[in-house]
Each structure stands twice: as C-alpha cells, then as structure tokens.
C-alpha cells in the first residue's frame, strides 16, 4: 500500500496546526505563516473541492505576546485570562488572511463534555457541516478561558482526532515544527503500519516548548483515528503550500496507515470518545459470544462496578480484567446486579416491572475491541 492509493479520493480532512508551527521565534503569531496556511486551505477548498476542519492552537501563544508575559503562565485564572485575550486576536488573523480567498471564519471552541454529551456532539457535528455549507472555515479550540482539568482534554490533538472521527473525515493531518516521526538516527519515517511498542519507543519525551502537546500526543491522536479506520500524517506546518503537497502524494511527513475495519460514526463515538460510567464483568461464553457479534446478556454476567444510568456507555472486560468492548447499557447498575446470572424470563419478578430489555447491551450498541 502506497501513499498514492491510501490519499486517492480525499474529500473531508480535518488539519491541526500547533502553536510552534504558527508563532515566530519570539513567540508571537507568525502573520505570514497564517497567510501561507490560509491560502493553501483555500486552494483546497475553492480548487479542489475538499471540506477542511481546522483545529488551531495558538490562543494563549498569542494572548503571552499581547500581554508580554515572560512565560506560560502557570495559575489557571491567569492562563484562561490569557487564552481569552489571544483568541480574539487569532481569530482576527485567520479571519484577515482568508477574507482575499472569499472564504469566512467560523469559531468554534469545545471542552470534553462536548464530546461525550451524545446530543452536543451531535450538535456539533451539524454546526461544522452548517459553516462549510455557507463558505466557511470552521476553526476549533479548546475553550481554555472556562476549561477546568475535568473538562479539559490538555492539547489539541486529541480534539482533532475526536473531530476527525465526528464528521468520518477521510483523513487528519498533524502539523507541528518537526518533518515527521523521526527514528533513532533522526530519519523521518515515511510509513508507519502498525502504532506499535516499535514506533512508540521513537518518541522523545519534551513538550512543546509553547504549546501542551508534543510527539506523544501526536502519536496517541494518530492511534485514535487509525483504529477508527482513517489515515493520518504528520508533517512540518513551516513548510510553504504543505497541504497541497502532501494530498498530491508528495513524500513529506509520516504517513500512518489506517486500521483493517472503518468503524461507523455512531461506533466511534461508543469506542472512542464515549465516557465510560462504570465496568460489566463478564465470564468466558459472554466473553466468546460478543466476539461472535453477539448481545451482551445478562446471564453471562459476572459483576459490575462503577456507577451507569441506561444509555450510558460501559467497558466490558473478562474475568482476567482484558478489555473486550464498550457498549451503550439498557439497564443501570442497580438493575444489573439483580439481574445477572438470570434469564430474561425472570426479569419482571426481579425488577418488579412489566417490561424491560432481554438484552443488557444490544449488539447494535456494542464495539468489540480488535487486539
């Protein structure tokens, strides 16, 4: 498999760029490099037909240079002060480098809840198909000025790989101030097949020197999406018209080749961004059944932990604590600890109800995790 087929019918990227790639050295935004990435989007766009989602870091890079603050600050009111500040004025940028091109703006900024809300991101999913419909890059970041820790995700490349997997974008493509994953000699790797012990070993452990994220983060992003089917690339954001070449095939970058199977929208949101509430045990026929695409019954289950309401998603492992999938629950519990080990025809006198569910987890809510 060659770069050629993998990016062959591309219509749908979702682009991250860093703070590194868009600041200069004095840590400033870079209005140049904001123009050259405008008008390679835009060459996209207009001449090439494909939607773009652009995740953009660079709110507090920019708001340390407006406030000339020596450092990154470390109290949290004072960064989200700081994120407040800068994101108006990235915004502006964008905005004035893609006015020429005819295209509009479209901010939106996220925290973790709006991913794992099902209906906020549902919601989601429609205000960025409603932005390009009407002519318009959507840009997204993290809402730093409100994020607390338990509702942050910390960098952004991890929401480009959760919005990557909301729209079933054909591709994500990371760009940082590096060429690529470089090996133990400092050679870029072209492909990488398999997101393995091998390829996570090639990482150095620094950040960014501005922004959250780093090498790390990049390859847990790129994990997401592979599993989820997609291809991914990361590539150096400095270099001039560096989308345009490498969705022509150049050989830039690291290409990670995506997954086997391409999950359903709905599936990546169980497997992948879903917040799990609690844990199902289950014995070895569940365990055997749901790898046959089986419902989770309540016979074959062992324990539970945690704390789930019905229609909130759930890790299921085996008895030796191995991952086996996530699921959507129909019960809670407090239902499922009375139910277990019992058939459905036993659910009434157990749950005191006229009706329920034969099936604690229908398959149809179930992604199986492929080791």
Known sequence: MNRAEILSGITNIVVKVGTNALTDDGGRLDHQIIR?????????????????????????????????????????????????????????????????HNLHVGQILVTRHDFEDRLRYLNLRNCIHALQQSGCLPIINENDAVAVDEIRFGDNDLIAAHVTNLLQADLLIL????????????????????????????????????????????????????????????????????LGKLLAGQPLGTLIVPGKRRLSARSRWIALTAKTCGVIVVDAGAAAALKNNKSLLAGGIVSTSGDFSPGDAVAIQDAS????????????????????????????????SETWYDEVVHRDDLVIHEA
């Not at 790129?222 to 991914?232: C, D, F, N, R, S």
């Not at 699921?327 to 499922?336: F, K, W």
């Open 321 to 352: 604590g191995n991952h086996i999938a996530r699921g959507l629950t129909n019960y809670s519990r407090g239902d499922v600890e009375k139910i277990k080990g019992h058939k459905s025809r036993d659910f009434g006198a157990l749950l005191g």
């Open 36 to 100: 050259v990435l405008a008008e390679d989007i835009a060459g996209l766009c207009r001449e090439k037909n494909i939607r773009v989602t652009l995740v953009s870091s660079g709110a507090i890079g920019a708001g340390m240079a407006e406030l000339n603050l020596p450092a990154r600050p470390k109290d949290l009111s004072m960064l989200q002060a700081t994120a407040a500040v800068g994101q108006s004025l990235l915004m502006r940028y964008f905005a004035e480098a893609l006015k020429p």
């Open 175 to 242: 760009l940082s101030v590096v060429d690529g994953l470089l090996d133990e000699k400092g050679k870029v790797q072209d492909l990488v097949t398999e997101m393995d012990d091998s390829v996570t070993g090639m990482v150095k452990k620094e950040k960014s020197s501005r922004g959250t994220g780093g090498m790390t983060s990049k390859l847990m992003a790129a994990g997401t999406v592979q599993t989820a089917g997609e291809p991914v690339i990361i590539a150096n954001g400095k270099t001039p018209g560096i």
